[in-house]
Structure formats: structure tokens, C-alpha cells
């Protein structure tokens, strides 16, 4: 009998919705550890393993879960740089910015926001030399207007998920 694993910690898509609370708990279980065995999920639910199997390919396939990830220790985390990057963009150029920050690998998130920026982007870089070829990287996009960079200098809360 094979246990199915998926790797580390599920993303979880914001626009489709978990069905009931069994959804609810398995996505909460596999956001806090997502290596979990379906046996041990099962077994946590106090569900059947197979209805476990069937709930994830259900949750995979409507877009609930878009995606297995790694969530670093603070330790590893620790050793690059995080900023945050507001963005003021064109109207007519925002889908092409888009498409050219979804390219840099060091970009963590990107978020529609109000107020004085149109987007705020979170960045990991290895070093501050990197992160400053990449704030000039983005700051070359066609474009885009302007940037405001706040450097983290240290994380007081993380409530995210395997956090």
C-alpha cells in the first residue's frame, strides 16, 4: 500500500473555494505540513485514506491547491534580503510589466494595491548587490514610472502558512 506525499507546504488558490469543512481541514493540515502522508491526513481527519486521495485530486484539479512549495527556516531565509518595492506603472503598460516581474525569480509576490503605488512587490535577493541590480532592472521596465524600495529589516510576525 503506497502512502501518496506531496512536497511541503500547499499553495492554496484564492479564487476557487474548499467545498466543506473536511476541504477546510485537509487544506489547513496541508498548509501547516503538506509532506504529510495521506494515511497520517486520513488518519488526523478521521477519514478514509482513499477519501483523502480523492479530495486532493478534486482540490488539485478545480485550482483550490495550484501548487506544492518549500518554506525555508528562518536560518536559511536569514541569509539573503527581502524588500518590498512599491511600483507605479502606465495604464496602457501594466499587463507587460506584469509579464516582465513575473520573469525575475527573486520576485516572492506581487499584489494589486490603493493608494500612492499600483503594485507592491516582495523581493528575495542573495545580497544587497543583488537586490540593487534588480531594483534597477525594474526601474528599466517599459513602463513603469517610479519605485519606492523599504528594505526588511527584521520579520516580527509571519502568520503565513507553515509559519
Known amino acids: ?3 501518496r506525499k506531496p512536497p511541503a507546504m500547499a499553495a492554496v ?3 476557487a473555494a474548499p467545498r466543506d469543512q473536511i476541504d477546510r481541514d ?3 493540515l496541508l498548509q501547516a505540513h503538506a509532506r504529510e502522508s495521506t494515511a497520517n491526513l486520513a488518519r488526523k481527519l ?3 485514506r482513499t477519501t483523502v486521495v480523492a479530495r486532493l485530486a478534486r482540490l ?3 485550482g483550490v491547491v495550484v501548487g506544492y512549495t518549500v518554506k525555508l527556516g528562518s536560518e536559511a531565509a536569514d ?3 527581502q524588500a518590498y518595492v512599491g511600483i507605479s506603472v502606465q495604464p496602457k503598460a501594466q499587463r507587460e510589466v506584469i509579464k516582465r516581474l513575473s520573469r525575475l525569480p527573486e520576485l516572492r509576490q506581487l499584489a494589486s494595491v490603493s493608494g500612492e503605488f499600483d503594485y507592491m512587490a516582495l523581493l528575495r535577493a542573495d545580497t544587497t548587490m543583488r537586490l540593487d541590480a534588480l531594483l534597477d532592472e525594474i526601474g528599466e521596465i517599459e ?3 517610479k519605485t ?3 528594505v526588511v529589516l527584521a520579520l516580527r510576525v509571519d502568520r503565513s502558512a507553515g509559519g
Open 1 to 3: 500500500m503506497s502512502t
Open 13 to 15: 488558490s484564492t479564487f
Open 26 to 28: 485537509l487544506i489547513t
Open 46 to 48: 478521521g477519514i478514509a
Open 60 to 62: 488539485e484539479s478545480e
Open 79 to 81: 541569509r539573503g534580503v
Open 143 to 145: 513602463g513603469v514610472i
Open 148 to 150: 519606492t524600495t523599504s
